[in-house]
């Protein structure tokens, strides 16, 4: 009998990235409103476009590279969906966040892989969630628009079917870009 493949544990991966969502989150969210405290949280459960009642939503797509579990390659992607969902009350701020995953084209059944999204395009995604959050959490009468995230070139085309947004229904349709 064949054992199963168990992919080796991220868990020291997962922390580092969350280490520093949180670090680079803390320093933007300081900034709100004095007085205000927000929370970054990973949550695999949020579901696109349905918050819960009260929560506002901010969704949007960055560059990010995924690395297989199973055979060790890895891919680059300018499609890479983040969803976030935001609640403010008296004065607590909870941002949670979840990136969207893909799988390798080339193994068989591979697991979804999280996205490793570089410090730079981070800080991007993080300084457009803030500005949401000033026109979504405190009726700011800002100026739409998203400062655009670094790409980086991709050769070969988005494979739907190895995206978990996509089979959500909820990946980019921007057609600026192919890729
Ligand atoms: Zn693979
Ligand atoms: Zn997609």
């Known amino acids: 009998m064949i054992r199963s493949y168990e992919p080796p544990s991220t868990t020291g991966t997962d922390t580092m990235t969350q280490v520093e969502w949180t670090q680079i989150f803390q320093s933007k969210a300081?900034?709100?409103?004095?007085?205000?405290?927000?929370?970054?949280?990973?949550?695999?459960n949020?579901?696109?476009?349905?918050?819960?009642?009260?929560?506002?939503?901010?969704?949007?797509?960055?560059?990010?590279?995924?690395?297989?579990?199973?055979?060790?390659?890895?891919?680059?992607?300018?499609?890479?969906?983040?969803?976030?969902?935001?609640?403010?009350?008296?004065?607590?701020?909870?941002?949670?966040a979840r990136p969207f995953r893909q799988?390798?084209?080339?193994?068989?059944?591979?697991?979804?892989?999280?996205?490793?999204?570089?410090s730079e395009n981070i800080n991007i995604l993080l300084e457009n969630l803030m500005k949401k959050i000033r026109i979504k959490c405190y009726n700011e009468n800002l100026e739409r628009g998203d400062?655009?995230?670094?790409?980086?070139?991709?050769?070969?085309?988005?494979?739907?079917?190895?995206c978990e947004a996509c089979i959500l229904g909820i990946c980019t349709k921007d057609s600026t870009f192919m890729y």
């Open 30 to 44: 300081n900034t709100l409103q004095p007085g205000d405290s927000w929370h970054l949280e990973f949550d695999e």
């Open 46 to 96: 949020i579901v696109p476009d349905s918050p819960n009642p009260g929560w506002k939503q901010y969704i949007r797509n960055t560059t990010a590279r995924f690395k297989c579990t199973k055979c060790t390659r890895s891919w680059p992607s300018n499609k890479v969906m983040v969803v976030f969902h935001m609640h403010l009350t008296n004065g607590q701020g909870i941002v949670k």
């Open 147 to 162: 400062r655009p995230f670094r790409r980086v070139e991709v050769k070969s085309p988005h494979e739907p079917s190895h």
């Open 103 to 118: 799988n390798c084209k080339v193994c068989h059944e591979a697991p979804m892989v999280k996205p490793k999204i570089t």
